[in-house]
């Protein structure tokens, strides 16, 4: 399969290798090819140096040279055999025999999403032991996996959001052709594979872009983690280049069928096209023929980027994490008040039923926790499947003081509800690895930067410091219990343990999640391709909540009770699909977290 030049990296060509950095502020630039003496080369007029070498090859090791002085790998490299400081590898990106090359990924309705991160879903920690547990995931019903960045980061472990070098797949998982079996093995087994990047900050270590390209970043505007890429001024095309070719390179050699964006409300571009827009628009032109799929992370809510066209397919992107519906579910699920919790703490069941019919529960109203700033737009219009719900995720869990897991804060009848109402919902589910069968492996917040013992004391103590705010680490001692995230203990506890799936009380869990995800694809997924015409919701004395769904098949609805029992009488025309009430009376008696889904069709096959 014959992959597009990108114009940043070393490219093969059919005179020798092609090498291109984009370096306007080193003064001199050179170039080390498998340890020989460097040889300088010369600028153009946008700051790229580009030299065509005869007789180099796929496998041979090179370097950039800045100022006479500081060997650094290739921003754009597409391997690292010996981690982030060493020299980069010159890949062959065709020679990869795919075995699925005619493989043209699934509609978004079908997405049912499973999200890993590479070193802990397996005990081996590479693309190979993840491949090994595609069989498991098809059987759940999983249709889509997410991975959690992969670009190279310092060290053997992390969560991938330090990266620093976006092309190249990070050598602790295994090599790029290990990367393609997988996504190869997972497309035989009808699974889309999306892949989570960083396109808002590089990690504290390993970047060298200041050193030779400091215009890559402006000091005018901050982020939590630093200065900003400077995607908006005119003489930054390289900039915007340098992201958008790495998302159709993702896209294209590695065949990836989706791209989630991380924290977007960190992007800051007054552009008069967004960087966001013309990155959708031009992975849209580059794969006609192809379903991808394109997900943001952003926490401003905004609705903007979900438009739909007039044929109900998206504009720009197919859907974002909604963090909303995870935070009404945990309020419920918990009663946790601290921190962001604290915007859903007044009336989380309200807010949960506007989630649920009409996507954010922040449409415009002022937060709390953001002191009193207005927060999302409105999203009435949009179809459910422009968002992701979730009870789960690796932040939610992950940026907890433990890593608990939710099935370790609440009780199992309360999750299993939750569980049905995510999965038998219109939006589009997402299961954070080991949820399926409840784990009792933590996840929690790790880093390697053994070669920086500043940088890890940094981590280590900025980690305490941010939970003294919360009541249960307001003492010192308290404090000092967390996990140290640069221990390689605190990775190891987070490493899921798959043999739990077949003893109890795992293997039920698994088995209720199997079934709900069967009657989704049987029930929910026809709907949502039939089209969406509207929802709304009534609360039952804040004590229940009834959704309506309304599809040109059909219409989907749901009923939940939270507190005291009701009648929910149901017609002749009400199927109903799922329910852990008791029939009676020609309906349902739903006692205090019982719940009821039903479909009234209005097209056979529906």
Known sequence: ?????IPFGAELTAEGVRFSLWAPDAERVALVVDAADPFPVERDADGFARVVTPGVSAGARYSWLINDETPIPDPASRFQPDGVFGPSLVVDPAAF????SDWRGRPWEEAVIYEVHVGTATNEGTYDGLRERLDALRDLGVTMIELMPIAETPGSRNWGYDGVLPYAPNEAYGSPDDLKRLIDSAHERGIMVMLDVVYNHFGPSGNYLPLYARSFFTQARQTPWGAAIDFDASHRR????FVICNALYWLDEYQFDGLRLDAVHAIADDSPQHILGELSERAKAAFPDRHIHLVLENE??????????DAGQPRFYSAQWNDDIHHCWHVLLTGESEAYYEDFAQAPLNQLGRCLAEGFAYQGEASPHAGGKLRGERSAHLPPQAFISFLQNHDQVGNRAFGDRLSSLTEPHKLALAHAVLILGPQIPMLFMGEDWSASTPFQFFVDFGDDPDLSAAVRDGRRREFARFSAFSAEEHASSIPD?????????STLRWEERMRTPHAQKLQEMRELIALRQTHVTPLLRSGFEGADHVFQNDEGLDVHWRFAAGDLRLFLQFNNTRHVPLDARQRVIWSSAEARDGGYELAPWTGLVTLEARHAGA
């Open 485 to 493: 995230p640069t221990d390689v203990a605190t990775f190891n506890a």
């Open 300 to 309: 401003h809510n905004s609705a903007y980027w979900l438009a739909r066209d």
């Open 97 to 100: 025999a795919w075995r699925q």
């Open 238 to 241: 390289a900039v915007r280049d």
């Open 1 to 5: 399969m014959q992959s597009r030049p």
